[in-house]
Structures are given as structure tokens and as C-alpha cells.
């Protein structure tokens, strides 16, 4: 009885080690993978826009930002549009290109893309309620934090450059009018063949490159000397429709933000500056990119045109199901 008692207890006693020894090691995995969880959290790993989370920290509450992944496109077309342009909007996203479903040769649908409208703040209380009820109702349209106006195109796309890595992945961005017609299917292939391209290093920004434009000294194109003393401008691509790589997007900021250049109130080629104070990103032609339709309506292979009138919009779309030129 002796013996039997004894190995009893030895028995219970290396059960009871064990079972410690196991919840031990469950305390300090747990705790392992609990700091691990947090260190995540504050990596700022993909993260989306401002939003914020709860988290504890040293036995306090902090705000810290959300690792909610943003969503990724191949490109996004950013369309510039001015606050009275209601009927532009309407007909591009029901009528024309934007509200297309365009589908590849094989029939798959291409649904790695969005468009977004840009608008800028109004003085005008009726106009800015009527704004904000078409961006509730149709959620693909945005207010930049700047008055619409001329003046302001330079800052507003300064601003839509920052937008667009704080709230999206994104391989490309396109930057265009709200009269300009863009040929998605062929926007889309050309984009992929970049994407699978050697660029030798260089950041992309491509359009319809403009070279040695001589710089206007007076009237509303006009430049002072003060804010950019060459003679021309180096090359860049009109505003009627440019693709920024993601990274390149992030350098234009980057320049920007240094100070390095002095605003200026014409657009592209203050992009163009940018660029060139960067000296990293290559300024390309893309063919098929047509600053005035009449230049590019009879090539069925356009891939953007611009200044096309509002009833050509949905004309344009029509020639296209139907295979045959724009005009």
C-alpha cells in the first residue's frame, strides 16, 4: 500500500508540473503574439486615409491609425471638372466612357480601374448643397480643399496627388478634363505592357510631351521670370490628360514640398518643372494621347483625346461599339 501510495502522488505530482509548465508556455506564447499584434499596428503597413483605432498601450487607451488595407487599382482616371460642369459629369458617367463596360477580346471584364471626379469649393452656398448631394448620390466624385477657379488648377492637382496615395494602391494615375474621351480598353493595355516593361530605373510620366515650349511672359499663361527664368519650359504633358506612375506621383509631392520651385499658375508645365527639378522621371510621348480631337478622331486607336464637345461624348462612344473612326 506503501508503494502504491507513494506512486500515486509521484504520478499527480508530475501531472501537475506538466499541466503548469503548459500553461506557462500558453501565457507566454499569448503574450508573444499579443505584442507582435500590436507592433503591426503601428507599422502604418497599408494604410487607409486618417482613420484610427483604439489600442492599449502601457496600460493606456491611444489612437493610432487603421491597418485597414486601401484598395488597389491599375490606374485611376482623376477627372478634373469645375462645379457648374453638372452636365459634363452626367453624360461621361452614363453615357460615355466612364459608365462603359469595357471588356476585353476574350470577354473578361476590365475591373481594375475607377474613375473619380475632381471639384473645387464654391463661394456660392447653393451651389456647393448641390455639390455635396451629387457626391452622396453617386460616390465617385470629390472636393478638393481649394476655390475653383484658373488660378487654383495648379493647387488643386497638387492636392489630388496627395489624396491619391493617402486613400488608394494604385500602379498609375491619369489626370485629365471633363472634356476629354478616353478609350479604357487600349488606356488599360498599354498600361499593363508598362507595368511588364524594363524602365530602366526611370519614374514614368507620360502623355502628350510638349518640348522647349517657349514661356509667355504676360496675359493669362503668363510667367514671371522670378518664378522660372528659362526662356522655355522643359518638356512636359499637357493637362489634357497625363499618367503619373505611383512612385513618380510620390516625387512630384516630394519637390513640391521642398520648396525648390515657385508656384506658377500654368498647370502642366509647372508639372513639368517638378519633373525636372526632380531628375529621376523620365517625361514620355504616348502615343495615341491627343491634346485636340481633331487631331486624333479618324486613328480608332486613340487612346485619350481632348476638347471633345459634350454631345460628341456620347457620339464618340456609339462610333466605338460600332468599330468604325470617331469622325
Known amino acids: 500500500m506503501s508503494d502504491n501510495h507513494t506512486r500515486g502522488v509521484s504520478n499527480l505530482l508530475f501531472w501537475y508540473i506538466v499541466l503548469s509548465l503548459t500553461g506557462v508556455a500558453y501565457v507566454i506564447l499569448n503574450l508573444s503574439y499579443h505584442s507582435e499584434e500590436k507592433e503591426f499596428e503601428h507599422t502604418g503597413f497599408n494604410l487607409a486615409g486618417n482613420d484610427t483605432i483604439a489600442v492599449e498601450e502601457q496600460g493606456q ?9 486601401k484598395p488597389y487599382y491599375t490606374f485611376i482616371v482623376f477627372v478634373i471638372t469645375a462645379p457648374d460642369h453638372t452636365p459634363h459629369r452626367e453624360v461621361i458617367r452614363k453615357k460615355s466612357w466612364a459608365g462603359y463596360q469595357w471588356l476585353e477580346d476574350d470577354g473578361t471584364e476590365i475591373d481594375r480601374w475607377k474613375y473619380v471626379f475632381v471639384v473645387g469649393k464654391t463661394e456660392s452656398a447653393e451651389t456647393m448643397g448641390k455639390l455635396e448631394a451629387e457626391i452622396e448620390m453617386y460616390q465617385d466624385m470629390i472636393m478638393a480643399d481649394e476655390l475653383d477657379s484658373y488660378h487654383n488648377l495648379v493647387l488643386k492637382v497638387l492636392w489630388l496627388l496627395q489624396y491619391s496615395v493617402d486613400t488608394y494602391n494604385f500602379s498609375f494615375l491619369v489626370k485629365t478634363d471633363d472634356d476629354s474621351f478616353i478609350n479604357i480598353k487600349l488606356l488599360n493595355r498599354y498600361l499593363h505592357e508598362q507595368l511588364n516593361s524594363n524602365s530602366g530605373g526611370k519614374m514614368f510620366f507620360g502623355g502628350a510631351r510638349t518640348n522647349r515650349q517657349p514661356v509667355l511672359r504676360r496675359g493669362r499663361y503668363g ?25 513618380t506621383v510620390q516625387e512630384l509631392k516630394s519637390v513640391w514640398d521642398t520648396g525648390v520651385q515657385p508656384l506658377f499658375y500654368v498647370e502642366d508645365a509647372f508639372m ?17 494621347f491627343y491634346w485636340h480631337q481633331k487631331y486624333g478622331c479618324s486613328n480608332k486607336q486613340a487612346l485619350l483625346m481632348h476638347y471633345v464637345k459634350l454631345d460628341q461624348m456620347e457620339e464618340f462612344m456609339e462610333k466605338y461599339e460600332q468599330g468604325v473612326a470617331y469622325c
Not at 487607451?61 to 488595407?69: G, K, R
Not at 526662356?231 to 490628360?241: A, E, F, N, Q, V
Open 272 to 288: 513639368g518643372t517638378l519633373a525636372y527639378h526632380s531628375g529621376k522621371i523620365e517625361v514620355s510621348t504616348i502615343r495615341g
Open 61 to 69: 487607451l491611444v489612437e493610432v491609425e487603421s491597418t485597414e488595407q
Open 223 to 247: 510667367v514671371g521670370k522670378e518664378l522660372w527664368d528659362p526662356d522655355t519650359y522643359p518638356p512636359y504633358c499637357s493637362g489634357s490628360g497625363y499618367v503619373l506612375s505611383f512612385d
